[in-house]
Nanobody, 124 residues
Framework: QVQLAESGGGLVQAGGSLRLSCAASGLTFSSYAMAWFRQAPGKERELVAAINWGGRSTYYADSVKGRFTISRDNAKNTVYLQMNSLKPEDAAVYYC?????????????????WGQGTQVTVSS
């Protein structure tokens, strides 16, 4: 049974940083691309960042480029999202998700497994 468990969310002031973690179990973690999505109230879920199975190829939404960094540790079955220079518009529930293959996609429907989400709140 695949399980994804996010942690690291919380309340931070604008300009601050948070590091999200997603611990995976029940899968061969290194065989799959991983991604972070977010969803704010009243908005659609959007892809924030993604990383291929080996960690060499990454994707970032334009809104977070230069501020967020996705990484993974296949030995620890964990994917991370380092978020710097946070803005109030970054506030959302952040979800990690497992892709269907080694390569990421920008289509949320192609991610079969999702974590429960972790809340990120940014005060101005």
């Amino acid at each position: 049974q695949v399980q994804l468990a996010e942690s690291g969310g919380g309340l931070v002031q604008a300009g601050g940083s948070l590091r999200l973690s997603c611990a995976a179990s029940g899968l061969t973690f290194s065989s799959y691309a991983m991604a972070w999505f977010r969803q704010a109230p009243g908005k659609e879920r959007e892809l924030v960042a993604a990383i291929n199975w080996g960690g060499r190829s990454t994707y970032y939404a334009d809104s977070v480029k230069g501020r967020f960094t996705i990484s993974r540790d296949n030995a620890k079955n964990t994917v991370y999202l380092q978020m710097n220079s946070l803005k109030p518009e970054d506030a959302a529930v952040y979800y990690c998700a497992r892709a269907g293959s080694r390569y990421y996609t920008v289509n949320p429907s192609e991610y079969a497994y999702w974590g429960q989400g972790t809340q990120v709140t940014v005060s101005s």
